[in-house]
């Protein structure tokens, strides 16, 4: 009997606690054949694409979340949850295999979920990053520049904030993706300015492969210019 590439998993909603099913693709069958510049995947079989089904959307009370939201609830955050989400929401189940068109909704609803709840810029970086990805496998070039815009503040905002302690992205990770996203969106003298800060952390990054892709890109940049 052949093996689909998904499968249903049933997990609890972080908000409500109900139980629901959302759809995820076996390990075994995801093959990335490159990263592009702003770590991208490139997946061989562009119909089996993980991103996306990153996001688990619950039927029941609306809330959109990813593995990296935050297991804590501040006081009042579901009290508010249930206000400015739930109670527009019309019951609606992502569970099934997605478009892109129904992935990028995931995402959005997700990335309100995350305000709501007060997740930091990184979580919501991210989020906005992967619509970016998205919009790019649509062919929509004007859609991936806004929502990289969106991505490059968050991402300067957890810089700032220091939100990568404690998580896998390092802070030499960060700095890149605003240099490279201030690079994708046109804003030059940030790209610049960003990716020496790359190169400058060299002596005390645990990134080598990053550094190496800072400077390709800040000789292209200066070569351009």
């Given at each position: 009997m052949e093996v689909s590439a998904t499968y249903a998993k049933k997990i609890e909603c972080e908000n409500c606690k109900e139980k629901f099913t959302t759809t995820k693709i076996r390990s075994r069958f995801v093959r990335v054949s490159k990263h592009e510049s702003d770590f991208k995947p490139v997946?061989?079989?562009?119909?089996?694409?993980p991103i996306l089904y990153n996001v688990?959307?619950?039927p029941t009370c609306g809330f959109a979340?990813?593995?990296?939201?935050?297991s804590?609830?501040?006081?009042g955050v579901k009290e508010e949850i249930n206000q400015k989400i739930t109670s527009l929401w019309s019951g609606r189940s992502f569970g099934d295999e997605r478009t892109i068109d129904e992935a990028i909704e995931t995402y959005k609803l997700a990335y309100v979920s995350a305000g709501v709840k007060k997740e930091k810029s990184l979580t919501m970086a991210g989020i906005m990053l992967r619509i970016a990805w998205l919009y790019d496998d649509k062919n929509d070039i004007d859609s991936g520049i806004r929502f990289r815009k969106v991505s490059r503040n968050l991402y300067t905002e957890a810089?700032?904030?220091g939100d990568h302690a404690g998580t896998q992205m390092s802070e030499t990770r960060v700095l890149y993706l605003m240099a490279e996203?201030?690079?994708?969106i046109g804003d030059k003298e940030e790209a610049i300015r960003n990716f020496s800060k790359v190169i400058e952390s060299q002596r005390i990054s645990t990134d080598p492969q990053i550094i190496?892709?800072?400077k390709e890109r800040w000789q292209e940049i200066r070569e351009q210019r």
């Open positions: 997946y061989s079989d562009s119909n089996i694409n688990a959307v619950c979340f990813t593995d990296e939201f935050s804590y609830f501040a006081p810089y700032s904030a996203l201030s690079h994708q190496e892709m800072a």
